[in-house]
Structures are given as structure tokens and as C-alpha cells.
């Protein structure tokens, strides 16, 4: 096995790099990597109805989609992700379920090392004292399993719950009134707060461990061209991050000055198929001009404003919703 600390915080190049290690590298590998604030969608999640997209695109979050299933995490650099790629065995990953648990105690181990007392929850978390502090996935490829999750060291959870959408099932079934009530970090369980450099040596340590034959790697130029073309091939494309999301339906409702708007939309591989809009709102021209005209364009604010703007062919948006304006409608929308 390898052991690689990846220096870059970039989560289009982290989310690469993962990647690159399981399907070109293809040998066992244990990487810790941190990135700059970021939504990482699973890989069959609907990217729209996870985040809290206005909230994200003010506070200049990225957002990416991760090959592995399951739900969005939100990373900040007070977050430590681990990577374990590894052939898959009986005794460890034969079967999905088994696989949670046997790199799940390696991270319990670890943390146990800086006196925390950290437990299995559910299918694939990681709690202390009944919360959350990390989220972890897997998947599957030619023999090979890649198992990563986040560890929350002093995250900003303000942050987190303002840009996830949490659905309220989730919250609910987890008796809980919120996002901050059912999240922790770290350090709240520590006697002493630790900075992540202190983190990284402590579970390299424990790795290390268990096992003995592991060895350092440094990326080397060729690694690093080679993840950076998948970057630029899929990790930073809008077709990816939100095109990839499966088949859904968009429903919404909003007020504007001229009255109460309904939108209805259907949108299959992150474009818009079909849209409808009712209500008692009041405008002064004929709305299929503006539902024509959005069919076919990806369901984003920035996409949506082009195409109502060449839709109204410099004619106001209030003409057709009273009171509003492209942006208005655009954030609407989205």
C-alpha cells in the first residue's frame, strides 16, 4: 500500500485524484486530503435539490460530484477526508456492508489514539455521543473497493446548514430539530483543540500500523497531468456536477408584486424538458413565449436569466410577470 498526503486543497483536482488512484492507478492506496469549502454531491443525487444553490453561488462554494453513492457533505478546511483503495477481500470488503465496517473501526482506532470514543451509526456514519461527525461512502471497480469519508474537525457548521438542503425526513428520523443539533466536530469531544497537521499525524500513525509495508508516495508530474486532464474533462464541467443528475420533476411557488406564481418543471439530465406556470399573478404578454424558450437550457440561475432575456427580446420581464425582473424569475427557478 501507498500512503500519499495530497496537499491541494482544489476539490476538482481532490475529486480527480480519486479517481485517477482507483481506475489508472489501480494499487492499494491510503490518501488524507482537505479541500476549500465545497458541497460534494453523491454520485446518483439530484446536485439541484441538495444545495441551497442562491446561498452557494453568493458564498462562493463549489460544488462537485463524487463517484461514490450517498448523500451531499459539505467540506471546509476544517475538514480531514480520508481515502482508502484497496483489493477487495472477504475479510474486509467482500460484501458492501462489510466494507463500512471493517475501514470504519480503522478510523475509530485511529481517533481512539487521541482519546475520543467514537462508535458505527446507521449504514454509514461515524457519531460520538449520539452525533455525527462523518460520512462515509464506497464503490466498486474491477477488484478494487474505494471507501472515503470526511472527519470533522472544527468545521463551520453555520456554513454547512445554511448551504445543504437537508431533506426533513433525514432530520426527523433522527429525532432531532436541526442540521447543528445532529452534526459535531472533533474538537468539541477533545480536552485540548487540535489543528488538522496534528489530525493527519495522528491517523497516518495508526495507519501505518496496520500497515507495516506501507510506503510514502509523492504525485509525481505525470500523475499530476493526468488527473489534471480529468479535471478539466469532467470534474469542473456543469455536465457532470449537475447534468448527471438523474430524471426530476421541479416544483416551486413564489409572490411578486403582480400576484402568486406556480412553476412546474420536468428536467432530465440537468436540462429543462418542459415548464409551466400558473397562478393569479398579472403580466401584459403571453407566458408560453417565455416557457418556449426555456426548454432545452439547463436548469441554473445563470442560464435561465440568458434565456428569459433573449425570450423577451428586450421587452421587460415585469410585462410578463408584474413586478419582476429576469433575475427575479432566473432565482426563482433555480
Same mark, same amino acid.
Given at each position: 500500500?501507498?500512503? *500519499? =498526503?495530497?496537499? !491541494?486543497?482544489?476539490?476538482? =483536482?481532490? /475529486?480527480?485524484?480519486?479517481?485517477?488512484?482507483?481506475?489508472?492507478?489501480?494499487?492499494?492506496? %491510503? #490518501? /488524507?486530503?482537505?479541500?476549500?469549502?465545497?458541497?460534494?454531491?453523491?454520485?446518483?443525487?439530484?446536485?439541484?435539490?441538495?444545495?441551497?444553490?442562491?446561498?452557494?453561488?453568493?458564498?462562493?462554494?463549489?460544488?462537485?460530484?463524487?463517484?461514490?453513492?450517498?448523500?451531499?457533505?459539505? $467540506?471546509?478546511?476544517?475538514?480531514?477526508?480520508?481515502?482508502? *483503495?484497496?483489493?477487495? &477481500?472477504?475479510?474486509?470488503?467482500?460484501?458492501?456492508?462489510?466494507?463500512?465496517?471493517?475501514?470504519?473501526? #480503522?478510523?475509530?482506532?485511529?481517533?481512539?489514539?487521541?482519546?475520543?470514543?467514537?462508535?458505527?451509526s446507521g449504514r454509514n456514519? /461515524?457519531?460520538?455521543?449520539?452525533?455525527?461527525? !462523518?460520512?462515509?461512502?464506497?464503490?466498486?471497480y474491477r477488484g478494487y473497493?474505494?471507501?472515503?469519508?470526511?472527519? #470533522?474537525?472544527?468545521?463551520?457548521?453555520?456554513?454547512?446548514?445554511?448551504?445543504?438542503?437537508?431533506?426533513?425526513?433525514?432530520?426527523?428520523?433522527?429525532?432531532?430539530?436541526?442540521?447543528?443539533?445532529?452534526?459535531?466536530?472533533?474538537?468539541? $469531544?477533545?480536552?485540548?483543540?487540535?489543528?488538522?497537521?496534528?489530525?493527519?499525524?495522528?491517523?497516518?500513525?495508526?495507519?501505518?500500523? &496496520?500497515?507495516?509495508?506501507?510506503?510514502?508516495?509523492?504525485?509525481?508530474?505525470?500523475?499530476?497531468?493526468? *488527473?489534471?486532464r480529468l479535471v478539466d474533462?469532467?470534474?469542473?464541467?456543469?455536465?457532470?456536477?449537475?447534468?448527471?443528475?438523474?430524471?426530476?420533476?421541479?416544483?416551486?411557488?413564489?409572490?411578486?408584486?403582480?400576484?402568486?406564481? &406556480?412553476?412546474? #418543471?420536468?428536467?432530465?439530465?440537468?436540462?429543462?424538458?418542459?415548464?409551466? %406556470? %400558473?397562478?393569479?399573478?398579472?403580466?401584459?404578454?403571453?407566458? !408560453?413565449?417565455?416557457?418556449?424558450?426555456?426548454?432545452?437550457?439547463?436548469?441554473?440561475?445563470?442560464?435561465?436569466?440568458?434565456?428569459?432575456?433573449?425570450?423577451?427580446?428586450?421587452?421587460?420581464?415585469?410585462? =410578463?410577470?408584474?413586478?419582476?425582473?429576469?433575475?427575479?424569475?432566473?432565482?426563482? /427557478?433555480?
Open positions: 500500500m501507498i500512503y *500519499i =498526503y495530497n496537499e !491541494s486543497t482544489d476539490p476538482y =483536482y481532490n /475529486l480527480a485524484a480519486e479517481e485517477y488512484l482507483l481506475y489508472h492507478k489501480r494499487e492499494p492506496a %491510503f #490518501m /488524507l486530503w482537505v479541500n476549500r469549502d465545497v458541497i460534494v454531491v453523491g454520485r446518483n443525487q439530484n446536485t439541484m435539490a441538495e444545495i441551497n444553490y442562491e446561498y452557494v453561488q453568493e458564498a462562493g462554494i463549489a460544488v462537485v460530484r463524487r463517484l461514490t453513492g450517498g448523500g451531499a457533505v459539505f $467540506h471546509d478546511k476544517g475538514n480531514l477526508n480520508f481515502t482508502f *483503495i484497496t483489493k477487495e &477481500q472477504e475479510e474486509n470488503s467482500g460484501k458492501t456492508e462489510n466494507a463500512f465496517v471493517f475501514f470504519g473501526n #480503522m478510523i475509530i482506532g485511529a481517533l481512539a489514539t487521541l482519546g475520543l470514543d467514537a462508535s458505527l456514519d /461515524l457519531e460520538i455521543d449520539g452525533r455525527k461527525f !462523518s460520512g462515509t461512502a464506497l464503490t466498486v473497493v474505494l471507501h472515503h469519508g470526511t472527519l #470533522m474537525l472544527n468545521i463551520a457548521v453555520d456554513t454547512l446548514s445554511k448551504a445543504l438542503r437537508v431533506s426533513p425526513q433525514k432530520i426527523e428520523g433522527k429525532g432531532v430539530k436541526s442540521v447543528r443539533s445532529r452534526v459535531t466536530n472533533l474538537n468539541e $469531544h477533545l480536552d485540548a483543540p487540535i489543528e488538522i497537521p496534528q489530525l493527519v499525524e495522528a491517523i497516518s500513525a495508526f495507519i501505518r500500523t &496496520q500497515y507495516p509495508d506501507i510506503q510514502h508516495y509523492e504525485l509525481t508530474p505525470e500523475d499530476h497531468a493526468a *488527473i489534471s474533462e469532467k470534474y469542473r464541467k456543469w455536465e457532470w456536477n449537475y447534468g448527471a443528475s438523474p430524471k426530476y420533476n421541479f416544483s416551486k411557488d413564489t409572490k411578486y408584486p403582480g400576484g402568486t406564481v &406556480q412553476a412546474r #418543471m420536468c428536467v432530465r439530465d440537468g436540462l429543462i424538458e418542459e415548464v409551466r %406556470f %400558473f397562478g393569479d399573478y398579472f403580466g401584459k404578454r403571453e407566458i !408560453s413565449e417565455i416557457e418556449q424558450r426555456l426548454v432545452g437550457v439547463r436548469h441554473e440561475a445563470s442560464a435561465i436569466t440568458a434565456a428569459i432575456a433573449t425570450a423577451s427580446e428586450g421587452i421587460p420581464v415585469g410585462e =410578463y410577470f408584474l413586478g419582476a425582473d429576469a433575475d427575479d424569475v432566473a432565482g426563482f /427557478l433555480a
